[in-house]
């Protein structure tokens, strides 16, 4: 059984500042690149943030500067703090953990961000 859980989504004003977590457990084996995306109601859900197991890591244009992803490779966790918030980043965040040597994906089942104006 492979779970992936985030935590730490909610209601903030634009300006403001989040905390987004997600562990994975499991038998997950191979875990290779972390991730965050988002998706708001009938669009694409769209790449944040990524980290591979190595410390590299890959942001969208649209949150340079304001988001930062992380990782703790022995606990099986990757976080995104989330800066600066803007009203267009009001989305549901799902966390992926790509494993089994990038055979297998996994999500978890996304926490709502809301950034009011």
């Known amino acids: 059984q492979v779970q992936v859980v985030e935590s730490g989504g909610g209601l903030v004003q634009a300006g403001g500042s989040l905390r987004l977590s997600c562990a994975a457990s499991?038998?997950?084996?191979?875990?290779?690149?972390m991730g965050w995306y988002r998706q708001a109601p009938e669009k694409q859900r769209e790449m944040v943030a990524i980290?591979?197991?190595?410390?590299?890591?890959n942001y969208a244009d649209s949150v340079k500067g304001r988001f930062t992803i992380s990782r703790d490779n022995a606990k099986n966790t990757v976080s995104l703090q989330m800066n600066s918030l803007k009203p267009e980043d009001t989305d549901v965040y799902y966390c992926?953990?790509?494993?089994?040597?990038?055979?297998?994906?996994?999500w978890g089942q996304g926490t709502q961000v809301t950034v009011s104006s």
């Open positions: 992926n953990v790509v494993w089994g040597w990038n055979t297998r994906s996994s």
């Open positions: 499991g038998s997950m084996f191979g875990i290779s690149a």
């Open positions: 980290i591979t197991t190595g410390g590299s890591t």
